[in-house]
């Protein structure tokens, strides 16, 4: 090239706060739509004018949007020269572009912000953009990413956020629904007018087309179908569940992204590997939804009791009947793990960073009862998947220096019985009679363990395999008689399990003394985790202390759900 282009990042930020400010689940699916937008249509739509290419316009789904951008056609290389912008990646709330010129880069981020501001007030989208230096020298595209990153990173804190655009002068009614100043009256169901900001219906306003697309994920052949009526869910559910995936270690894997593809690569070898890689992982996660769905749901089900806010790039985020969150969850990791291995691009990759060609996911599962606040339960999903994710600090690859994370994927769930606790951390910590006691063994690991025998800390995987959890769930679980349990052991009683439970929280010994006392009556070995099944705690080893841990309690909290 006889000049070097530009490159162009468009991304959105405080995602959450913008989905979940409201408690109202239509809203959290039009704003979840809008994020979408923020990164695909619009930037899109932007591009087809600037390039006149009318054709970017037309796809109506993920499969469609992923065809165009491997259109050498519809979305040429930069480097031929008859078009001004070609569009590296274009996933919810992000997008990166090539513009051959700065004017070109200012009018792509003019067009885009101007129709956030128009179609989705509230919604925080920024625009930067970077001079590549020598676009012929090698990793010059890999430099201009992290510049532009750090660049947009190092522009926020001067910008106004997205609630000043809302002033209170003149003093205006609040929005029903937001607390952001009122900005029309809309009909409720029942016919009484309240009053709503721009933000909220906006989001209203895009939630069906949301729910539309969102639906077309699943292809047309998967039985059963996702529920239409949103409102349907919570009042035909006992509990509800919010489930938050996210991959594991792809932000090493974007950070040493041109150490990942090998030998030094060119700018068109980088753009096409990042792309792909994009694209596939986007692939592995609707698949991975669409195998969870079909595994868990009958197919003769009129609607599944699902509702889907994200499905993309590495991220999953669901509201779903309760009872189902559990399989549900761990068929998708599970699948998702086995799509990566099957992809070209991410397989490659993934052996290069981490020694074994497939990528892994960790997931939050926080379950409560309908009409619990969405904002709240989300925030403890979010802690939840932080615990999970504590296992890529435990499930390493061998001798590696600095740390790098081994691909497993892990769980970590909440039954949320009592709405008076909803910080995991004090959650946990009344579970936790002692100081070496813990009456939990969560987050579980749902990699299959023949997968991590070359991994450090396998060990501590066998002790906390979802397996583990499964088999005595199963053992609390009576035959359809009611007098065994599914392995044929007499059924421990309702009031013992609670005698045990009290016993648990009282210490270890008394929850000892509890279990010697009732376990020849009801074949309690099959629950002792210790070697001479005198015990239902296993000894660990945590930097020279010695800690007890027990998988009964998590057992009964899950026996309903699994």
């Keep these: 090239m006889t000049a070097s282009p530009y490159l162009v990042l468009l991304e959105t930020s405080g995602n959450q706060n913008f989905i ?79 513009s051959r010129t700065e004017e070109d880069a200012k009018d792509l981020i003019r067009r885009v912000t101007q129709r956030a501001i128009a179609e989705a007030p509230g919604l925080n989208l920024s625009g930067v953009f970077v001079a590549i230096q020598d676009w012929d020298q090698t990793n010059s595209l890999d430099t201009a990413i992290q510049d532009v990153h750090k660049t947009f990173e190092e522009t926020q804190p001067y910008r106004p956020t997205a609630e000043a655009r809302f002033l209170r002068l003149p003093i205006i009614a609040d929005c029903s629904f937001s ?79 041109a150490d990942c593809l090998g030998t030094a ?93 497939r ?3 960790c997931a939050g599962i926080a379950i409560i009862k309908p009409h619990f606040p969405f904002s709240v339960a989300y925030e403890l999903a979010e802690s939840l998947i932080k615990s999970a994710k504590s296992v890529k600090q435990t499930i390493i690859k061998p001798n590696s220096k600095p740390i790098t994370p081994f691909p497993c994927s892990a769980i970590d769930f909440h039954i949320l019985y009592d709405s008076t606790h909803i910080d995991l951390e004090r959650i946990r910590r009344n579970l936790q009679p002692e100081a070496t ?42 035959d359809p008689d009611g007098d065994q349990d599914r392995d044929g052991g007499v059924k421990l009683p309702s009031s013992q399990s609670h005698a045990l439970r009290t016993a648990l929280f009282l210490g270890r010994e008394a929850a000892n003394a509890q279990y010697a006392l009732i376990k020849g009556r009801y074949s309690l070995e099959r629950f002792a985790e210790d070697d001479e099944k005198k015990s ?12 007890f841990h027990t998988t009964f309690l998590d057992a009964l909290d899950a026996q309903e759900f699994l």
Excluded at 26 to 46: C, F, H, M, P, Q
Excluded at 191 to 199: K, T, W
């Design 437 to 478: 006691t813990y009456l939990y063994n969560r987050p579980y690991v749902v990699t299959e363990l023949d997968k991590l025998k070359s991994a450090e800390g396998k060990d501590w995987a066998s002790q906390h395999h979802w397996s583990r959890l499964c088999d005595r769930v199963t053992r609390l679980k009576s």
């Design 536 to 547: 239902l705690f296993y000894q660990s080893q945590d930097k020279g202390q010695i800690n």
């Design 265 to 357: 690569p060119s700018n068109r070898e980088y753009i096409s590997s990042y792309r792909e890689f994009s694209l596939e992982l986007d692939e592995c996660t609707e698949a991975a939804f669409e195998k969870a769905i079909q595994e868990t749901f009958k197919p003769n089900d009129k609607a599944v009791p699902l509702v889907p806010l994200i499905v993309g790039g590495d991220d999953l985020t669901v509201v779903c009947d309760g009872k189902a969150a559990l399989k549900f969850t761990q068929v998708f990791l599970t699948q998702f793990e086995a799509e990566t291995e099957q992809k070209r691009e991410i397989s490659k990759i993934a052996e290069k960073q981490f020694s074994i060609n």
């Design 179 to 257: 607390g952001l100043p009122a900005s029309r009256l809309e009909h409720t169901p029942e016919n009484e007018q309240v009053p709503i900001s721009q933000v909220s219906h906006s989001k209203r306003e895009a939630a069906k087309a949301g729910i539309r697309r969102l639906h077309q994920i699943p292809s047309e052949n998967t039985t059963p179908k996702l529920i239409n009526n949103i409102n349907q869910l919570e009042g035909d559910v006992e509990w509800l569940a919010i489930v938050h995936a996210d991959g594991n270690g792809l932000g090493q894997i974007f950070l040493n992204f």
């Design 359 to 361: 990528l892994s996911a």
């Design 20 to 98: 979940f400010s409201t408690n109202k689940l239509k809203e959290n699916i039009g704003a979840s739509e809008l994020t979408y937008r923020a990164g695909t249509t619009w930037v899109l739509d932007a591009v087809a004018d600037i390039n006149q290419t009318p054709e970017l316009r037309k796809w109506g789904n993920s499969q469609e949007l992923r065809q165009i951008l491997r259109n050498k056609d519809l979305n040429p290389a930069i480097e031929q020269g008859n078009k001004p912008l070609e569009i590296i990646i274009a996933t919810s709330g992000k997008a990166l572009i090539l």
